[in-house]
């Protein structure tokens, strides 16, 4: 079982600096889900349970730092209808027991649950977030965005990030060589960041492949090579670990409306 890893992490508190913003929009890139145990003992072990004001601050934040490609099947304005559509879809595949309606009741959320009874805050929690993700900004999970936003696009990351967006199949060496630098000083701008270097190239491959994938109808193996994978095969593991679907899933979510 598993769920979605901004459900954990908004019992948390919030990232102050840019470079664990800019770690987090990474890591949400490659890891969109955790073992749903996790959240359930977090829910248990809270001393005291955020308020609604608490809850919809911290969504905020992660929505706007979310990266993983699942963020982009629900940009903003998208009719609600297509938006439970996708995401009871997006439940199903990934088994996560929970089939979802919404309401006009305050809270907003109606859920029926096949894994037991729900904890009071675990609705909360989801109607917070599913209105995050209904009003969610245009650039929302683009990590362009970030590093604009968080005032690193001058830093030697941010000018790495766009190298490796327009050629994603570069190594550092290579990298660091482009950019007029040596390794070791990229790989020190990349620490002070919190990102190693094959962490950030691969939220901007996935990242790439998430466009291609809602904008175009390339194959797999030709979105592959475009973003940098040796194969299709390997462009496939990596979009599971991240995503919990294939490719092929992913693309058929996008086309329900």
């Known amino acids: 079982m598993y769920c979605y890893h901004a459900l954990p992490l908004a019992l948390q ?20 889900l955790v073992d ?22 911290q969504l905020r934040l992660l929505r706007l730092l979310d990266g993983n490609p699942l963020t982009s099947l629900f940009a903003a304005g998208l ?10 879809q997006l439940q199903r595949w990934l088994q996560l027991g929970v089939q979802t309606w919404l309401d006009d009741r305050p809270s907003r959320v109606r859920r029926d ?27 929302a999970g683009q990590l362009s965005s970030h590093l604009q936003q968080l005032d690193l696009h001058q830093h030697a990351t941010g000018e790495l990030a ?14 660091a060589q482009t950019l007029g630098c040596s390794v070791r000083t990229l790989q ?7 990102v190693p ?14 466009q291609a994938l809602l904008t175009g109808t390339q194959g797999m193996t030709d979105i592959a090579l475009d973003c940098g994978y040796f194969d299709a095969a390997h462009f496939n593991h990596q979009w599971k670990l991240s995503t919990g679907l294939t490719p ?10």
């Open 13 to 32: 508190t919030e990232w102050h600096t840019p470079q664990q913003r800019l770690a987090y929009a990474v890591h949400s890139t490659l890891q969109g």
């Open 36 to 57: 749903h145990r996790q959240y359930l003992v977090q829910v248990q072990e809270l001393e005291q349970r955020p308020t609604d004001t608490q809850l919809a601050r």
């Open 79 to 88: 009719p609600e209808t297509t938006f439970l559509a996708r995401w009871n």
């Open 113 to 139: 649950s096949h894994i037991g009874p729900d904890d009071p805050l675990r609705p909360q929690v989801i109607a917070h977030f599913i209105d995050c993700w209904q009003h969610a900004l245009p650039d």
């Open 162 to 175: 766009h190298l490796l967006s327009h050629q994603p199949g570069l190594e550092l060496a290579a990298c």
């Open 188 to 194: 020190r701008q990349l620490q002070f960041c919190g």
């Open 197 to 210: 270097f094959a962490r950030l190239r691969q939220a901007i491959r996935l990242q790439r492949a998430t």
């Open 248 to 257: 092929q899933q992913y693309r058929s979510l996008q086309q329900l409306h």
